[in-house]
Each structure stands twice: as structure tokens, then as C-alpha cells.
């Protein structure tokens, strides 16, 4: 994968507020997860993701992805930081790439990277975790990975809502917001129409698609809405 293919991954992208939007967090969580935190019990904790953001504050493409992925281990069990924190450097060692929770092995490293310990003190949270081979990936984190469509083994474009439905997130197209696949119309054009007063019907006839395409954009629209 050249300098050049890579760009389109990795330049800057999205706020904080957008990306904690795109992966259903707050977007105090996602500053954690770049930049670190302090607390008066624990001092200083580390970021999360260790490449750091460009001026602060954006993310590339890449980094949405992982943070998407990051987000789903933290609903499993309601994992803590520290949890998911070993489980990202459990993958970084095994797969010894920068973005390991936006590679395409990350499934295939099954409980290589977690697994579920149950009658520990740690009440059946996650856990890094290199042993059995048994243990496979909470099946939240295996849902996003069929989402992805992955090119040179890295995250290319993702289908928040399944691939059976027409939404996309791709950084080569309208600058990473969601759009309709194929149609390079966004998301949020259609939440607007909608919101302006537009019907549905209208809509749908006016963009040539099917109602039900509509509704769904709408749905998902509102989820992501500021």
C-alpha cells in the first residue's frame, strides 16, 4: 500500500463531536480515547489510541474506524477503559500494524485478543487475553466487521446500518459523511428536506428512489443528528 493510497485514510476528517456521533459515544469519550485523561484516584491515564490527532482535535478515517470498533467492546459487559485498552495493544502486538482495529485480521484473531473470564473479580468484563483459541470476538465487534469493506487489509468503507442497506461511509466520497451508496447524495441533505417539510413520497421522487430507502436514510439520520 503506497504513501499515496494511504492518504485518503489517514488525513484528517472528523471533530470529536462528529465522530462520537458516528460511533453512537459521547464525545468526552472519545477525547479519552485520543488524548488521555487525569483523575485524582489514578493520576494520569494514557490515551487509548497512541498515534495522537492532527491539531488535537481530528481524525482521520482510520481512527474513526477504530474508535467505532473501540465503541463496541466498551458495550460488551460494559467494559472498562482498561479492558479495551488491553485488548488494542493485545491486537497491535499480534498484528503489528498501526490501525489494529481497523484491519481486516482482527477478526480472524478470535480470542487471541479477548475472552470472557468469568468468576474473577473482574465480574465477566473483557480482558486481554492470548489463550485458548477457543474464545472468539464478542459477537457486536464481529457485526461491525462484516460492515466493513476492506481494501489492502485496511478499512476502506464502512455500512453503519449492515451492507444490505444503502449507507456508506467512505472517505473518498463527499469527505467521509454518510451518504447513499451509489448516489453520492448525503445523508444529511435528505434529513434536511425532510425536515424542512418535505414528504417522503416527494422525496423519493424527486431523488428516484424507493420510499423505503427514504425512511431508512431518515432513520438513520436522526440518530446522527446534531
Given at each position: 500500500m503506497t504513501a499515496i493510497a494511504?492518504?485518503?485514510?489517514?488525513?484528517?476528517?472528523y471533530s470529536f463531536v462528529e465522530a462520537a456521533r458516528l460511533a453512537n459515544v459521547s464525545t468526552t469519550t472519545v477525547k479519552n480515547w485520543f488524548l488521555g485523561y487525569s483523575t485524582k484516584a489514578k493520576g494520569a491515564v494514557p490515551p487509548l489510541f497512541p498515534g495522537g490527532v492532527a491539531g488535537g482535535s481530528m481524525l482521520s478515517y482510520l481512527q474513526l474506524m477504530e474508535t467505532v470498533v473501540a465503541a463496541r467492546f466498551r458495550m460488551v459487559d460494559n467494559a472498562r477503559y482498561r479492558d479495551v485498552h488491553a485488548a488494542y495493544r493485545n491486537a497491535a502486538e499480534i498484528l503489528k500494524v498501526e490501525y489494529p482495529f481497523a484491519h481486516l485480521k482482527l477478526e480472524s484473531l478470535g480470542?487471541?485478543?479477548?475472552?470472557?473470564?468469568?468468576?474473577?473479580?473482574?465480574?465477566?468484563?473483557?480482558?486481554?487475553?492470548?489463550?485458548?483459541?477457543?474464545?472468539?470476538?464478542?459477537g457486536l465487534i464481529i457485526d461491525t466487521i462484516l460492515q466493513v469493506e476492506?481494501?489492502?487489509?485496511?478499512?476502506?468503507?464502512?455500512?453503519?446500518?449492515?451492507?444490505?442497506?444503502?449507507?456508506?461511509?467512505?472517505?473518498r466520497i463527499s469527505s467521509?459523511?454518510?451518504?447513499?451508496?451509489?448516489r453520492g447524495i448525503s445523508v444529511n441533505a435528505v434529513f434536511k428536506r425532510w425536515r424542512a417539510g418535505n414528504k417522503i413520497g416527494f422525496i423519493a421522487?424527486?431523488?428516484?428512489?424507493?420510499?423505503d430507502v427514504v425512511e431508512t436514510v431518515l432513520q438513520y439520520g436522526d440518530g446522527i443528528a446534531a
Open positions: 494511504d492518504k485518503w485514510r489517514t488525513q484528517p476528517m480470542g487471541h485478543i479477548i475472552a470472557r473470564l468469568e468468576g474473577e473479580d473482574i465480574g465477566g468484563s473483557l480482558q486481554a487475553f492470548d489463550n485458548p483459541a477457543q474464545w472468539s470476538l464478542p476492506y481494501e489492502d487489509e485496511l478499512a476502506a468503507k464502512w455500512f453503519p446500518l449492515g451492507k444490505e442497506y444503502p449507507i456508506v461511509i467512505d472517505p467521509g459523511i454518510p451518504t447513499i451508496k451509489g421522487e424527486d431523488l428516484e428512489m424507493e420510499a
